[in-house]
């Protein structure tokens, strides 16, 4: 079993950054995939971007490449998701996720976390 609790979101301005952050436990966090999704209201859950279990690739979907970054910290368990010159359209419930694959589908991971809710005012 593995729990994920993430943290960060919030209301910012447009142009403006957030960084989301993803604390996991009970498994070892170097064997899984990170995804982070986003779900607006009336929409399907998104893809936004994956990192594998070393962090040695990363992938990000086409509306946030360039603005937002994945990463990740082994030694402290941990996810992050960089968001710099943040849209309105950005806005969303921001969730991560643990997996075994390398994965843009959500449905192929079997972990998530709570959702963190961020907004982009105009």
């Known amino acids: 079993q593995v729990q994920l609790v993430e943290s960060g979101g919030g209301l910012v301005q447009a142009g403006g950054s957030l960084r989301l952050s993803c604390a996991t436990s009970?498994?070892?966090?170097?064997?899984?995939?990170m995804g982070w999704f986003r779900q607006a209201p009336g929409k399907e859950r998104e893809f936004v971007a994956v990192?594998?279990?070393?962090?040695?690739?990363?992938s990000h979907a086409t509306s946030v490449k360039g603005r937002f970054t994945i990463s990740r910290d082994n030694a402290k368990n941990t996810v992050y998701l960089q968001m710099n010159s943040l849209k309105p359209e950005d806005t969303a419930v921001y969730y991560c996720?643990?997996?075994?694959?390398?994965?843009?589908?959500?449905?192929?991971?079997?972990?998530w976390g709570q959702g963190t809710q961020v907004t982009v005012s105009s």
């Open positions: 996720a643990a997996g075994t694959l390398f994965a843009y589908n959500p449905g192929v991971y079997d972990y």
């Open positions: 990192i594998s279990g070393s962090g040695g690739s990363t």
């Open positions: 009970g498994r070892t966090f170097s064997s899984l995939a």
